[in-house]
């Protein structure tokens, strides 16, 4: 461990990620972030690192290139999964359950979003590592929690939204929900509580001794960011509708078309001392004086009439400027960005950098999102590339287990580790494949 490492919060705490997807993946990346040493499980029989073979040209690969490894050049595994030590162990192998409870013996945390009863499954239950190791922390994270009626059912980020009341508020009101945005916010929510809740669990091992098991729930831990829909409903037995860009206690509030293809600036008028800034920058008396904009309540009942009137303005200004122009005058704006270029090129993002110029032997090198903070203790953020499929196999096996070299190739020679997936371990694992299911 460097010295920079040393001196980050989590630096002496040791966790086991068996995690796929977005949310205990994010889990893992915070933690490392904070310096912990994240030891990411996966196993050559069943990978969530897309296809082994990836059509030419497949999105979500550098330059379009799947390579030779595909499965080290995923871009959402990469962005995912920084700061972390990969390995393979074959879990419904004996010697594989083995190996990771040698590993949990000397470890601090171990953390799981597969679907419940998985672990148990493997025989890594609570109750089995608790045994292994006392003052252990484990969380495990499936959709909807380890207990009531509904802790069998799959998820995804998709039915989560669905089931937390959130899809039915996304996007606009004459659209149909077919037509929702795919990224879906539990994933992430679910990532920051998760690690919020180890930390926290830590605390609690250090002022007491004693380790814990964490129920989590990812659809509990993202309904309380709608708190004030489930407050309105309660008050008035109204559903809330969506809104698209709309506030109920704000116009104009929304997103204004500017000059360029596809550029926009979001606006929110907070009060009338804001509106009437508005009208003066804008530059139009007549807009000022037009009774069915004289009020924060007439603006509400003549909103497209309103938008229709600010757009006009917009149309012909570029973004950033009317932006700038806004702000320096107190009202709330901000260009609309888009991912291929705007945001990259954000010159606060520049400046505290935020993007990570980050080279992985096989993805090659890329500007990454970074941590989400950083510390006076440890001023330079923490960016390691994402692990190649069982990269550090040797490296944790025998410099924290004491392995030898004939026991490594004993395990390679067995597939309980490798670095190569098996063939059909990307379509749900190879032993589910040769079933026929």
Known sequence: MNSENKKRPLASVRALELAEIWAGPYCGALLGDMGAEIVKVESIQRISRGAINPR???????????GERPWNRSANFNVLNRNKQGITLDLTSARGVEVFKELAAVSDV?????????????????????QVKPDLIVLFMPGYGNTGPYKGIRSMGMSIDAISGHSSLRGYPDLGLHRLSPVHHPDAVGGVTAAFAVCAAIHNRARTGKGQFIDMSQAEAFVPHLGEIFLEYGLTGQPRERRGNRHPAMAP????????????VAISVRSEREWRELCQIIGSTQMSDDPRFKTLKSRLENVDALDDAISKWTSDRDHREVADLLQ?????????LDCDGDTYDDPNLQQRDYFQTVTHPDAGTHLLSGPMWKSASAPQPRHEPA?????????VLEEVLGFTSDEMQSLEQTKV????????SDMGGVRRVQRGN
Not at 387 to 394: A, D, E, K, V, Y
Request: hydrophobic share 30%; glycine share 18%; aromatic share 10%.
């Open 56 to 66: 030419p040209g497949a999105p979500g690969y550098p330059d379009g290139d799947p």
């Open 110 to 130: 171990v953390f799981c979003n597969s679907a419940f009863g998985v672990m148990e499954k493997f025989g890594l239950g609570y109750e089995e590592l608790r």
């Open 253 to 264: 509030h929304g997103a204004y078309p500017c000059r360029g293809e596809d550029a926009w």
């Open 328 to 336: 320096a005058h107190g009202i709330p704006a901000g260009p609309v």
């Open 387 to 395: 692990p190649s499929l069982g990269q550090h196999n040797n490296q």
């Open 417 to 424: 580790v490798g670095t190569v997936p098996l063939e059909g």
